[in-house]
């Protein structure tokens, strides 16, 4: 499976964005999809993922502001950010795994850059 993200970019507070990213094969092979993030000198942390059957997971910090949801027949997820703060200024990863837990598979995209300014 190889993941295909866009929609990064460089914004101001307050401002908005939306990442999406698509996944090249059938779903079937596909339960959970999301996003992580990693910015500058901090770990990588969960922003949401959605499982294929609807099931969401925040981020505490993202919570109220971010919003993910999916089209499993697209294969793709969908990340809407609204009132981004320069806290959420990172590398956006995209997420997808098998459901088969710890020794499933799991699946990243290359990243994509999201600058906020104040």
């Known amino acids: 499976v190889q993941l295909q993200a866009s929609g990064g970019g460089s914004v101001q507070t307050e401002d908005s964005l939306r990442l999406s990213c698509g996944a090249s094969?059938?779903?079937?092979?596909?339960?959970?999809m999301g996003w992580f993030r990693q910015g500058p000198g901090n770990q990588r942390e969960l922003v949401a993922t959605i499982s294929s059957g609807g099931y969401i997971l925040y981020g505490d910090s993202v919570k109220g502001r971010f919003t993910i949801f999916r089209d499993n027949a697209k294969n793709t997820v969908f990340l809407q950010m609204n009132n981004l703060k320069p806290e959420d200024t990172a590398v956006y990863y995209c997420?997808?795994?098998?459901?088969?837990?710890?020794?499933?598979?799991?699946?990243w995209g290359e990243g994509t850059q999201v600058t906020v300014s104040s």
């Open positions: 997420y997808a795994d098998d459901g088969l837990g710890y020794y499933g598979t799991k699946y």
């Open positions: 094969e059938s779903s079937f092979s596909i339960n959970a």
